[in-house]
Nanobody
Framework: VQLQASGGGLVQAGGSLRLSCTAS????????MGWFRQAPGKEREFVAG????????AYTDSVKGRFTISRDNAKKTVSLQMNSLKPEDTAVYYC?????????????????WGQGTQVTVSS
């Protein structure tokens, strides 16, 4: 599976951005998809995940109620709608794929990674 992330940019605090990740391969719907982020000087962290069928989602506490993960299996894409952005959301965001059914938060549980896309939120 190859993943291509896009949609990052510079936005003011309180604004919105929508990240997208497009996958190659024939079995996209069987993969759990996740979004992670890495801020300067910090470790990469789990942001959101979604099951293969799109029924189950998970979020880190700091983005609950502000971010929404979704997927379109026909288009082989997963998106992250980010609203009410804060300066602390500034990071490089990565999409990742996991070849089993359950959402995991650990980086080591994901098999495939896209390149990052920079999100910068100004105060």
């Amino acid at each position: 599976v190859q993943l291509q992330a896009s949609g990052g940019g510079l936005v003011q605090a309180g604004g919105s951005l929508r990240l997208s990740c497009t996958a190659s391969g024939q079995t996209f719907s069987t993969y759990v998809m996740g979004w992670f982020r890495q801020a300067p000087g910090k470790e990469r962290e789990f942001v959101a995940g979604i099951s293969g069928g799109g029924v189950t989602t998970a979020y880190t506490d700091s983005v609950k109620g502000r971010f929404t993960i979704s997927r379109d299996n026909a288009k082989k894409t997963v998106s992250l709608q980010m609203n009410s952005l804060k300066p602390e959301d500034t990071a490089v965001y990565y999409c990742a794929a996991r070849g089993t059914y359950d959402i995991q938060r650990a980086i080591s549980r994901y098999d495939y990674w896209g390149q990052g896309t920079q999100v910068t939120v100004s105060s």
